[in-house]
């Protein structure tokens, strides 16, 4: 079984995290050692790190706490062995999981506190998926479609500045569910209105996420005006972006809310 060990294949996603949007995607093998980086920007003061893991259907836990003030980490019960980190300065550390084995998959999260019990918050980062992949699944890219708004809604609304629209962009058949998801409006990058499941969701045998943008019905019925859904997926060697467009419907929108 050990022998057989040896073929797993591991992915791992860094969501976006503080300081830089850097997303970090590597693939690894059995045996090897996956080094996740957490750097921050909240302040000499946030001299603490902690890393915790969630293992699906599991609560968060604590597996090591580091801080500059001390060279020797708190693994608690931990192995140390199969767990390191180094805390070099205030604002970055790094975790290692040491001989990837399929127990291995999680979620990894940093987080930072400084000591001050009135404003000490922890700051936690966007975390890192390590995914075990299936040998017996192919990953796959997903597909992407944007659906556009629906005539009916937000009709009732009496004031016309207040209508909002709501576009849909489904990414779906993909493995593993490593992807993130961005949206343009005429080839610029926007982020207000936007809202996008926390997770994929598993279909029958592959991943599918949905993403939604929200603007203004005046913006989705101005002539040349183009939407689009931006999905990345990291396939093991490089990233694929998959993306589809669609076009602001002149008029035709409000002649279709009219008629229906
Ligand atoms: C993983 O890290 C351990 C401890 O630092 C080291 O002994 C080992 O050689 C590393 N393994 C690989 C494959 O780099
Ligand atoms: C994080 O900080 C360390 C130490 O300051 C630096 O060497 C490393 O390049 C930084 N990593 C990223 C991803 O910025
Ligand atoms: C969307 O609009 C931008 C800006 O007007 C333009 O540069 C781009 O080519 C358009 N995209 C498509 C697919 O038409
Ligand atoms: C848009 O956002 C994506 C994802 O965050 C980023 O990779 C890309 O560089 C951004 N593009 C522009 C033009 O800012
Ligand atoms: C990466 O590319 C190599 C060579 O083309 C291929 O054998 C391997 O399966 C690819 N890795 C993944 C994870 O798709």
Redesign the pocket.
Known sequence: RAENGKDFRFLYYAFSSWGQGATVIQSHRAGDNATIHCNHTKGINYFQMYWYRQVPGENIKLIVFTTTAKPDHDFGDFDKKKFSATKPDAESGTFTVENLEPGDQGLYFCAVSHCDSNTGEAYFGGGTKLTVLDPKREITPPTVKVFQPSSKECRNLKDEKERKKTLLCVARDFYPDHVSIFWQV??KNVTKGVATDPAARLDDKTYFITSRLRVHAEVWTSP?T?F?CFVTFFDGNKTIIKDE?VFAVEGMFMWNSEIT
């Open positions: 005429n080839a040349g183009n689009s467009t």
